[in-house]
């Protein structure tokens, strides 16, 4: 307690550095982490797949392979499962195919303002059902969707659905026509799958369980 | 505001622009509570304008429009509290004015592309000239690359204008923060096929803008405002403010892993997440304190002496406290209350992030920019002392009731979609659906639509009340007090 | 290792506690920060003053509370005990710099 006239305390000069030093030490720390970030959430390769490596962002060749969301006993939550591999569309993509798919899907997804209805990871708007693991919904794996549109696959039901959303519904609201094309309902499919595979942290949780719940099995394929 | 035409006693070009934005604003916030209004009624019956003015472009003009009412006012306290803090005209002043008359025809061509076009297809081109698609940030490219040119030469204007006139902290404060402000806008301008890398950088852009650079933006209005209002002494006002930055930008830039529990990014951002947002409300707090501790103690000195009272303009006064008290309540305890991970898994995007969003836009920024009109037709008219009409009452318990209930209508829905959706279903589109049918959120739902109508009452009687209070009545004998006290 | 579960299951019906008691911990610490403040400023008794440690007592109970219902671990808890610690002596710091300000730049000539 020094009786010295002027505390640090009340100098502005003091508080204006600290708040500099903060704000400087809050950045640096950011930018730190965003690199390390960065590196975790770049795709992965093809490469990766083929040898089994898990990526946060799996390639998106992913699309040639089965993907389940099973909990995971060490991470005390539900992450995806990339399986054995399955046609997509009736084929198998090529590194280079798959890439302009995804980025033709992004586009189209963009394009088209899903957002602004559905949420994407959770973000968006609450209008509509969230997309994060659409892919792997019951509603598509269990014969509903595909019953009523009438295809085999689930991803033919899926891209079918987006052309004419208007004429298969499923509740008052309704998902409108946007004119979604052939090709650009076969990528934001390939978009929904790739998406599917992303390891959210276990978001959404208990996934499965609706399905369990409400048709008394898992949703498997 | 319109009357201001006539009567503008502005000292400075660059008060009178700082009009010109507000009008802009204004127009854009009922723009907002229109479209508002329609999205809120498609929850209720979905086929109200289905396939022909969709949800979707609803929701995005009105979420396009609150951005865009809100830089717009931003920018307009700013060139208001310019010539006041620097004490000379703004350095480009032409420029400044060109760049508004540019930036408004780019606003209505977008908004006109988003009203009639709506959507493109999947290309390229879309992103270029339609809608980029990403909430917030829909405007499309050729738009960024517009809104980028004329904010360079907004900060132009600032930045040279604070080198040549006198550098007080709140403006040394204010050039700091809009450059950060500016620069971030940069991070939402690029295209990548990976969603969460999409996500990471459009957060940098949402999050680094509502809960570190606007809110320092709005401590610094705050405390423009607290001096031309009750006579604060600067010297102290300024010391808060800087320690109001400190904790704001300590909190508010880590505060950024709250968005990254569940995009694909890694487990460590639940901790750094958990931890800096759970300080984020420590500085609302403070701001809060100080707010109501100025006020007390200028009002307590003026009682003292014979000026009666402190407040100078006391709409812009109540709107200030109101910010300082909505500020607390919507970003910090609707915020708080779903921000931790292990909570957050069942919220995150259910209707407690819409709950969160409206009443945290509404109390933190809207209220405060409000304020700041009220401050430019008090300029506008020269008006020693203004007093609230009954209009300008009318408009805060409005508005006030509005929000505040279509904040508990959306937390009812959201508490609802976390237990049924979440917690028991698991999510999915069943899961959805069965709880968006249940009573709960059916009426959370009309309370929210009728709660809106209360607003929109609000803000015509807002309107109205900034159309006229120039000229009321009510000032005129406080001028007379005034008067004689000098 | 024992798989250290960061995101244990809650039950449906803890939800409504939790964001009773999540609310509660800002509201009793706005109303300590305030009631020491208007207190000290004397635009309210004195006597009030302890009604504000009664709050900053509830604060800390109601965090702690919010802690063991989201399943935290020992060690966050204690983090968060430190916290409502360092939290304490807010309101008074607050008022410590206002009045050294006060001291510092009150006196100069009135503007």
Not at chain 2, 2 to 28: D, H, T
Not at chain 2, 238 to 249: A, D, G, T
Request: with cysteine; charged share 15%; glycine share 8%.
């Amino acid at each position: 307690m020094s009786e010295k006239k002027v505390s640090v305390w009340t100098s502005i000069t003091f508080w204006r550095r600290s708040a500099a030093w903060v704000t400087g030490t809050a950045v640096v720390l950011l930018m730190w982490l965003t690199f390390n970030t960065i590196g975790q959430i770049s795709m992965g390769t093809d490469e990766d797949l083929q040898n089994g490596v898990k990526k946060r962002i799996p390639a998106p060749t992913v699309i040639n392979y089965k993907i389940d969301y099973a909990y995971d006993e060490k991470r005390g939550h539900e992450v995806p499962v990339i399986g054995e591999k399955e046609l997509f569309f009736g084929k198998e993509w090529s590194a280079d195919e798959a890439a302009e798919l995804l980025r033709h899907g992004k586009l189209t997804q963009q394009a088209k303002n899903c957002m602004n209805c559905h949420t994407l990871l959770g973000n968006g708007a609450y209008y509509a059902p969230d997309l994060t693991k659409a892919w792997l919904d019951p509603k598509w794996n269990d014969g509903t969707m595909t019953g009523i549109t009438g295809k085999d696959t689930v991803e033919e039901a899926m891209a079918e659905f987006l052309m004419h959303p208007s004429q298969f519904p499923t509740h008052a609201r309704m998902m409108p026509n946007l004119g979604i094309t052939k090709e650009e309902a076969i990528a934001l499919v390939a978009f929904l799958k790739h998406m599917s595979a992303i390891d959210t942290n276990g978001f959404p949780r208990n996934f499965s369980q609706s399905a369990k719940r409400l048709e008394g099995g898992t949703h498997a394929w | 505001m319109l009357g201001s035409i006539k009567s503008n006693k502005f000292q400075y070009e660059s008060q009178k622009l700082a009009m010109n934005y507000f009008r802009v604003a204004i127009v854009l916030f009922g723009a907002q509570l229109l479209m508002g209004l329609i999205a809120a009624t498609q929850f209720l019956y979905p086929s109200f304008l289905f396939e022909v003015y969709d949800f979707s472009v609803a929701r995005m003009v009105h979420i396009n429009a609150l951005v865009v009412w809100m830089l717009y006012a931003m920018i307009g306290s700013v060139y208001l509290l310019l010539p006041d803090e620097t004490g000379i005209e703004a350095v480009g002043i032409k420029l400044g004015k060109l760049a508004f008359w540019v930036l408004t025809a780019a606003v209505t061509v977008v908004v006109l592309v988003y009203i009639f076009i709506q959507v493109g297809p999947g290309s390229e081109a879309t992103i270029w000239l339609i809608n980029e698609g990403r909430e917030y940030i829909e405007a499309p490219r050729w738009a960024d690359i517009g809104i980028v040119v004329v904010v360079l030469i907004f900060y132009y204007n600032v930045f040279a204008t604070y080198m040549k006139g006198e550098k007080t902290g709140i403006m040394t404060v204010l050039v700091a923060d809009l450059f950060a402000l500016a620069g971030l806008y940069l991070c939402g301008m690029f295209f990548t096929s990976n969603i969460s890398m999409d996500q990471y950088w459009w957060w940098w852009v949402i999050h680094l803008w509502v809960e570190a650079t606007w809110e320092v933006f709005v401590g610094s209005l705050a405390a423009y405002g607290l001096i031309k209002i009750l006579g604060a002494k600067r010297e102290i006002v300024e010391m808060w403010l800087w320690i109001e930055v400190l904790m704001l930008f300590g909190s508010g830039i880590l505060g950024l892993g709250h968005h990254y529990f569940w995009i694909g990014t890694p487990e460590y951002w639940w901790e750094i997440g958990a931890l800096f947002s759970a300080l984020e409300p420590v500085p609302l707090v403070a701001m809060f304190v100080h707010v109501l501790y100025d006020w007390g103690k200028e009002q307590g000195h003026a009682e003292a002496g014979q000026a009666g009272h402190a407040v100078k303009n006391s709409p812009a006064m109540a709107w200030i406290a109101i910010n300082a008290f909505g500020n607390f309540l919507g970003a910090g305890i609707w915020g708080f209350f779903h921000t931790l991970p292990q909570v957050n898994i069942y919220t995150h995007g259910t209707q407690f992030t819409a709950a969160h969003g409206h009443l945290a836009f509404f109390g933190a920024y809207a209220t405060i920019l409000i304020g700041m009109m009220y401050l430019g037709v008090q300029r506008a008219y020269a008006i020693e002392r203004m007093r609230m009409t009954f209009k300008t009452k009318m408009a805060i318990a409005l508005l006030i009731t509005g929000i505040l209930g279509m904040t508990v209508s959306l937390t009812i829905a959201g508490y609802e979609q976390v237990l049924v959706e979440r917690a028991d279903l698991g999510g999915g589109w069943d899961a959805y659906f069965i709880a968006q049918n249940l009573p709960w959120m059916l009426q959370a739902m009309g309370w929210r639509l009728v709660m809106g109508l209360v607003m929109f009452t609000g803000f015509i009687f807002l309107v109205a009340d900034l159309f006229t209070i120039g000229k009321a009545k009510e000032h005129a004998e406080q001028e007379s007090v005034g008067a004689a006290a000098a | 290792m024992e798989p250290v579960i960061m995101l244990p299951q809650i039950a449906a019906d803890e939800f409504l506690r939790i964001f009773v008691v999540a609310t509660l911990v800002l509201v009793f610490g706005v109303g300590y920060a305030a009631l020491i403040t208007l207190s000290k400023m004397g635009l309210i008794p004195k006597r009030v003053a302890p009604f504000g440690y009664i709050f900053w007592i509830l604060q800390a109970y109601c965090l702690y509370d919010l802690s063991v219902l989201i399943h935290s671990s020992p060690f966050t808890a204690k983090v968060l005990m430190v916290a409502m610690l360092a939290y304490f002596f807010a309101p008074h710091l607050y008022f410590y710099l206002i009045e050294q300000s006060e001291k510092r730049y009150g006196e100069a000539e009135e503007s």
